[in-house]
């Protein structure tokens, strides 16, 4: 048997192994490929699903606006002590200036 190639290697062989090393390659290329859509499909689901959830949580938040205190309350005599201590502490930071104030000043106004 006469050969041709160096060590012993004929023209089919090196053809298969090359046609097996193509063979993988183009496996790899269409999974990655694959991959790619599926991930950017998913992601796209997710930012659709995002938004529908954002948008009905906006409209589940205007539907009822202050539940628990309306405005006419709000300004009623027995409710005035909701708002004294925040209005003194809101106005004593004011006055402290640029400096600001320490949060021992204001625990006073709020027990």
Not at 24 to 47: G, H, K, T
Request: hydrophobic content about 55%.
């Amino acid at each position: 048997m006469i050969c041709d190639q160096p060590h012993g290697l004929g023209g089919f062989v090196g053809a298969t192994l090359a046609l097996r090393w193509a063979m993988w390659v183009l496996v790899l290329a269409i999974a990655s490929f694959l991959s790619f859509f599926s991930i950017v499909l998913l992601l796209w689901l997710a930012d659709t699903l995002e938004s529908r959830n954002i948008q009905h949580n906006r409209n589940a938040c205007l539907e009822q606006p202050f539940a628990f205190l309306s405005i006419p309350q709000a300004f009623e005599p027995a409710l005035a002590v909701l708002w004294e201590a925040p209005i003194h502490a809101m106005q004593l930071i004011q006055s402290a200036g640029r400096g600001g104030i320490c949060v021992a000043a204001l625990r006073p106004h709020f027990q």
